[in-house]
C-alpha cells in the first residue's frame, strides 16, 4: 500500500505544474451546485477538500465565505494550494488520515477517492464519515469503471455505481443522488460518475 501511494504522489509532484495548467479552467459547476445544494443557501460551512490538488475547489469555496481546508498528500500540491489560497491546507496521506471528529458540514472529494486501493477504502470511508457533523455531505467524483490498478504510475480503483454503493453503506452514508458527467452526453461519453451521500449516525438502542 505505501509503495501504491507513493508512486502516485511521485507523478502528481513531477507533473503538478502541467497539472494545474490542464484543470485550472475546468467546469465543475455541476458538481459545486450538487455539493452546495444539500445546505441551507446562507449557512457559512466547514469544508474538507479531499484531495485538494492546487487549490481550485479551495479557493471557490472561500470565494463564497465558507471555512475551507484542503487535504492532500502531495507536498508540491500543498504548497501551490497555501500559495493559492490563503488557506489551511493539510498534508496527509490518504492512508494516514489524521482528522478531527465531528469538525466538518461537507467533504468535497473531486477525482480523488479513486487512488484509494479496494482494500483500503472502507477504513477511509470510516475515517471521513468521524470526522463530519451529523447529517454531513460527502461529494465524491471518480473515472468509473470495473476493478483496479496502475494507470501509467498512478493507481487508481474504478467502480460503477452499484460497488459503490457498498462501500458506502458499509461506512454510514447514504446516497441522496448521483449523475455522470459531463453533462449532455450518451453514457458511454460520461466517463465520470459523481455521488453525493449524507453521513448517517448510528442509533444505540437502550
Given at each position: ?11 502528481y509532484?513531477q507533473h ?8 485550472r ?9 450538487a ?12 469544508i474538507?477538500?479531499?484531495?485538494c ?15 475551507p ?12 494550494a497555501r ?6 491546507i493539510?498534508?496527509?496521506s ?8 465531528n ?11 479513486f ?6 477504502l472502507?477504513r477511509?470511508?470510516?475515517?471521513l ?15 468509473r469503471?470495473?476493478?483496479e490498478?496502475?494507470?501509467?504510475l498512478r ?23 448521483f ?9 458511454h ?18
Amino acid at each position: 500500500m505505501a509503495d501504491i501511494e507513493t508512486m502516485t504522489l511521485s507523478h502528481y509532484n513531477q507533473h503538478a505544474e502541467a497539472y494545474w495548467q490542464g484543470t485550472r479552467e475546468h467546469d465543475v459547476d455541476q458538481n459545486y451546485a450538487a455539493f452546495l445544494n444539500l445546505f441551507p443557501k446562507h449557512q457559512c460551512l466547514d469544508i474538507l477538500d479531499f484531495g485538494c490538488g492546487p487549490g481550485r475547489d479551495v479557493a471557490y469555496f472561500k470565494s463564497l465565505g465558507h471555512r475551507p481546508i484542503g487535504l492532500d498528500g502531495s507536498e508540491i500540491f500543498c504548497a501551490m494550494a497555501r500559495a493559492h489560497t490563503g488557506c489551511q491546507i493539510l498534508q496527509q496521506s490518504f492512508l494516514s488520515l489524521n482528522l478531527p471528529a465531528n469538525h466538518f458540514d461537507g467533504i468535497f472529494a473531486n477525482a480523488s477517492l479513486f487512488h484509494v486501493p479496494s482494500q483500503e477504502l472502507p477504513r477511509v470511508l470510516k475515517e471521513l464519515h468521524t470526522t463530519l457533523r451529523a447529517n454531513g455531505v460527502l461529494f465524491m467524483s471518480n473515472p468509473r469503471g470495473n476493478g483496479e490498478g496502475w494507470s501509467g504510475l498512478r493507481y487508481g480503483h474504478y467502480m460503477q455505481i452499484d460497488s459503490s454503493q457498498q462501500f458506502l453503506t458499509q461506512a454510514g452514508f447514504t446516497i441522496q443522488d448521483f449523475y455522470y458527467r459531463p453533462p449532455g452526453k450518451p453514457l458511454h461519453e460520461q466517463p465520470w460518475l459523481a455521488i453525493t451521500a449524507i453521513k448517517q449516525d448510528t442509533k444505540i438502542e437502550n
